[in-house]
């Protein structure tokens, strides 16, 4: 196993992801834990010895069963993640009763690192308010006290949130967690946000690195057929977590695991640095070029639009919520980002007065594009 520096501590470049465990029947609250058990103990054999958990993962089980997993082995032999569950903006201002409950679900006196988790456009006002809610001030209390070792946050919202959270915090925070992969290194402008965080001096945990399978499922034989000519034998999974051992501020990958076949598989990729070369590079990014642009709009943000809307919408934020949307045939980061938005901001405060059109270089129909998330904003309840 390949080992990296976070925060100081000595980890390994492959991090055992707890949000996608094996389960029973294909109940998501119901986690297979002999099957867990076999998995954390191979895992820890090869020195993978990194844990993330979520306070809502598996139906709120993950910490427990986590912590169960992991209670037979020395503490000072692995690494426990936690998060405040931000997520839900109705879980601010319980941030004490929530943290001891978390303490007492892994079964642990101190967390090795604790997280603000998902930090974005829904929950970032919350983030900020310390007068109300007091949540950062209360986990330094905690980290002061020995309770949170390293102290960091993981990040779904876009560059202007992720640059007002590290404005306010960013001194106190040792490490950042972000959504990087080959096809949202742009998309979802994750080769910024990793600029960003260099800047403050906070290495990155890469979570979705294969964006939930689908980095694999949607490549076409033709695809499979450039890289396989490039990479003989080269699974997609391993260009993907190639991909990653080459941006320098990168200490680990998270990999959601949840079978012993997917574990072996990821702890042999990363028992050697392989990066892949700049040809390789370009090939990933045009593969990904053409699966974002199916069913997209071709928005450069160039904000002309802006300056003509009569209700000062943010239109290319929309339409980039709208094309993250499209892509991910209803995924939730779109959905959480227009949840925190107010809602003569929405896309259905939109008049169709077709201004912004008129001075719209890619000759977007916008009117008709904001129409038509509208009626989505509205499925989603």
């Known amino acids: 196993m390949i080992y990296k520096e976070l925060a100081g501590q000595k980890v390994p470049e492959l991090g055992f992801g707890a949000m996608r465990l094996p389960t029973i029947d294909g109940d998501d609250a119901k986690v297979d834990e002999p099957a867990v058990q076999a998995m954390v103990d191979y895992a820890m054999e090869q020195g993978v010895n990194y844990f993330d958990t979520g306070w809502s993962y598996h139906g709120g089980n993950c910490e427990a069963v986590m912590g169960r997993a992991l209670a037979k082995y020395p503490r000072d032999s692995f ?26 679900n892994a079964g642990l006196e101190y967390f090795d690192f604790y997280l603000l988790h998902n930090v974005c456009e829904l929950n970032i006002e919350q983030y900020l308010d310390e ?95 450039s890289m396989d000519k490039m990479r003989p034998g080269v699974s997609p999974v391993e260009w993907s977590f190639r991909f990653l051992q080459g941006i320098p501020n990168v200490a680990m990958v998270l990999s959601g695991l949840s079978s012993m076949d997917q574990a072996k598989d990821n702890i042999r990729i990363f028992s ?22 199916v069913d997209t709009v071709p928005c450069t943000a160039c904000h002309y639009c802006t300056t003509h809307c009569p209700k000062e919408l943010d239109i290319p934020w929309l339409l980039e919520l709208y094309n993250e949307d499209k892509f991910t045939e209803g995924g939730f980061i779109a959905p959480m980002a227009l949840g925190g938005l107010p809602e003569e901001k929405r896309p259905e405060a939109c008049i169709a007065c077709r201004s912004c059109e008129a001075v719209c270089p890619q000759q977007i129909k916008i009117s008709e594009v904001l129409a038509d998330m509208a009626e989505h904003v509205k499925a989603w309840g």
């Open 79 to 104: 690494y426990y993640a936690a998060k405040f569950p931000g997520y839900s903006v109705d879980n601010f201002g319980k941030v004490e009763k929530i943290f001891n409950k978390q303490l007492e």
């Open 131 to 225: 007068d109300k809610y007091h949540t950062v001030s209360y986990l330094l209390e905690q980290k002061a006290a020995g309770k949170i070792k390293h102290f960091g946050l993981s990040a779904h919202g876009n560059f202007n949130t992720l640059t007002r959270v590290l404005e306010k915090y960013g001194q106190h925070f040792e490490f950042c967690q972000l959504q990087v992969n080959w096809l949202d290194w742009n998309f979802q402008e994750a080769a910024k946000k990793i600029d960003l965080c260099q800047k403050y001096g906070l290495p990155v945990i890469v979570m979705e690195p294969l964006r939930g399978g689908k980095l694999v499922n949607r490549l076409s034989d033709d695809d499979l057929a």
């Open 272 to 293: 050697t640095s392989d990066p892949l070369n700049d040809d390789e590079r370009r090939l990933l990014f045009d593969i990904a070029e053409r699966l974002t642009s």
